[in-house]
């Protein structure tokens, strides 16, 4: 290939150099028909014709392979495409029911809360009831440990009082006839 786009290159240089020199006919050197333009092309000609020859399948196959892949792509393409028409269809169809959607779902809510409402207030009445029973019951237990805790303090009080009364008025002697009758009655006790 190069030799020939060489010689071709060759041939158009030599025949220059004829015409210059006056080898060549001059009408072999017309304006607009000279030879060596015409011996460019046959040289030309005959390359285009080789690399065909030599690179045309390689690159047949490789156009028919590319040809192929961008039929598959394309072919992918309208799938693509119909999937995505088949889902819009799809989406426009529900587009146009929502507004039915939305006041459904608006007055699901509606019931719901109202029925979260009522169910509220029965819990809260109800718990309502159990807290006062529960108070009820506290005050009414903190009643009893308030009348046994003043029992407690009365019968500790008298006590003391009593031991004031009897530490103060009570004589050695006197005790000592008390703890004399305390264990003959404890003696007639075992008897």
Not at 13 to 21: G, K, S, T
Not at 78 to 90: C, G, Q, T, W, Y
Not at 102 to 114: F, G, L, P, Q, S
Request: proline share 2%.
């Amino acid at each position: 290939m190069g030799l020939l786009l060489f010689s071709g290159s060759f041939t158009f240089v030599a025949l220059a150099a004829f015409a210059e020199d006056g080898w060549l006919p001059w009408w072999l050197n017309y304006p607009g028909l000279e030879v060596w333009k015409f011996a460019n092309l046959f040289i030309f000609i005959i390359a285009a014709l080789l690399l065909h020859r030599r690179f045309g399948r390689p690159i047949r196959e490789a156009l028919r392979s590319r040809s192929e892949a961008i039929k598959r792509e394309l072919q992918k393409a309208r799938e693509e495409r119909d999937a995505a028409l088949a889902k819009l269809s799809e989406v426009e169809a529900r587009f146009a029911s929502l507004d039915a959607e939305v006041a459904a779902v608006k007055e699901k809510a509606r019931a719901e809360a109202e029925a979260e409402k009522q169910r509220l207030t029965i819990s809260t009445e109800k718990d309502i009831a159990k807290i006062k029973e529960q108070a009820n019951r506290e005050i009414e237990s903190a009643a009893k440990a308030a009348k046994h805790d003043l029992r407690r303090f009365a019968a500790q009080e008298s006590v003391r009082l009593a031991e004031n009364i009897l530490a103060r008025e009570i004589r050695p002697e006197d005790d000592t006839a008390l703890a004399n009758r305390n264990l003959q009655e404890l003696g007639r006790v075992q008897a």
